[in-house]
C-alpha cells in the first residue's frame, strides 16, 4: 500500500472539497482542482509550492472556507495532477490562468496566494491576459524571482561558488526520499523548517514532501535552479503582500525585500520571527488573517454570474 500523502487528523489534515471540477491547461493537461466553501462567497486561490499539494493549504483551507469559495490545485506533478514532459514557468502560468478561467465567472475577482514556487507561479503569469483579469490582489509566501541556489543557506558555509554548487546537487538530487523516518524528520525540519516548529507541524510537510514523486521533484528543481523572473515583477500591478520566514533558509529574507523593491504596488513585507520557509504551516494564523484582509478589502461585495 502506498503510504498517503498527508496526514489524516489534526489541523493540517486536508478537508473534503465541496467539488472537483475538471480543468485543463493548454496542452490539454487535466489539472486536480479542488474547491471548498459557499459558491458565491469572494474566492481565494492557493498555488502551492515544489513538492507539495492542495494539503499543505489545509489550514488556510479549513478557515476560510467558512465564508470564502477557496480554489486549491496541485501543480503538475504533485498530488493528484500527472507529470508531463513540459517543465517551464510559461507552463507554471499556464495552468494558473487555465485555473482562474476555468473557476471563475467572467468579471469576477479572487485573492490569489502563492507559496514558494506558487509564488514564482503568480510572478510568471503577472501578464497573462486570464490573470490581469482575475487578480484582486496577490500574497506572496516564502518565495524568489532569482538566485535561489545561490542565496540558499541550507548548507551552513560561506556563500559563493562552492556553496552554489553544492546546494544545487542536493535540492536536485534524484535520489528517493523513502519513508518518514526520524531522521527523514529532522532533515526536513532543518532544511525548511524555523526552530518554532512543532512535530505536529513537522509530521504535516514531511507526509506532504515525501509523497511526491522523484522524478517530478528533480524535474522541477531544475527549474528553480535557473529561475530568472526579475523582469515580471514590473508587471505585476495589483496590490500586493509579502510574508517570510526570519528562519527560512530555502528563500532567506534578501528575496522578500528584492521583490518589495521591484513591485509597483506593494503593501509590504511581514517577516515573521522564527518560522522557517513552510509559512501557511508554521505561521497558519498570520498567513490566513492575510489574505482574509486582502479579500476583504480588494474584493468586491457585489454578486457575479455564477460560473459554468
Do not use: K
Amino acid at each position: 500500500m502506498s503510504r498517503p500523502g498527508h496526514v489524516t487528523s489534526g489541523p493540517y489534515a486536508p478537508p473534503v472539497a465541496a467539488r472537483e471540477p475538471t480543468v485543463r491547461s493548454a496542452d490539454g493537461t487535466r489539472l486536480h482542482v479542488e474547491v471548498h466553501g459557499p459558491d458565491r462567497a469572494p474566492a481565494v486561490v492557493l498555488a502551492h509550492g515544489w513538492t507539495c499539494s492542495t494539503a499543505f493549504w489545509a489550514a488556510q483551507i479549513r478557515e476560510l472556507a467558512a465564508d470564502h469559495r477557496v480554489i486549491a490545485y496541485d501543480q503538475r506533478g504533485h498530488g493528484r495532477t500527472p507529470a508531463s514532459p513540459a517543465c517551464s514557468t510559461d507552463v507554471l502560468a499556464d495552468d494558473l490562468e487555465a485555473v482562474l478561467a476555468a473557476t471563475l465567472a467572467p468579471g469576477e475577482r479572487a485573492v490569489v496566494a502563492g507559496h514558494s514556487m506558487g509564488g514564482m507561479t503568480v510572478m510568471a503569469a503577472a501578464a497573462r491576459p486570464a490573470f490581469r483579469a482575475h487578480a484582486a490582489a496577490v500574497l506572496l509566501c516564502s518565495t524568489g524571482s532569482s538566485r535561489l541556489v545561490a542565496e540558499s543557506t541550507v548548507l551552513p558555509i560561506r556563500a559563493g561558488g562552492a556553496r552554489t554548487r553544492l546546494t544545487g546537487r542536493i535540492l536536485g538530487s534524484r535520489a528517493p526520499l523513502g519513508p518518514v523516518t526520524p531522521l527523514a524528520r529532522r532533515i526536513l525540519r532543518y532544511a525548511t523548517m524555523g526552530p518554532a516548529s512543532t512535530p505536529e507541524m513537522v509530521e504535516a510537510c514531511a507526509r506532504i514532501v515525501h509523497a511526491c514523486p522523484r522524478a517530478a521533484r528533480h524535474a522541477w528543481s531544475q527549474v528553480l535552479d535557473g529561475l530568472d523572473l526579475d523582469h515580471a515583477l514590473a508587471g505585476l500591478n495589483v496590490p500586493v503582500e509579502i510574508v517570510v520566514g526570519g528562519a527560512d533558509r530555502l528563500t532567506p529574507p534578501v528575496h522578500a525585500r528584492s521583490i518589495a523593491a521591484a513591485l509597483p504596488h506593494c503593501l509590504g513585507v511581514t517577516e515573521l520571527p522564527g518560522i522557517g520557509h513552510m509559512t501557511p504551516v508554521e505561521a497558519p494564523g498570520p498567513v490566513t488573517g492575510r489574505i482574509r484582509a486582502l479579500a476583504a478589502v480588494h474584493i468586491h461585495a457585489a454578486p457575479v454570474e455564477e460560473s459554468a
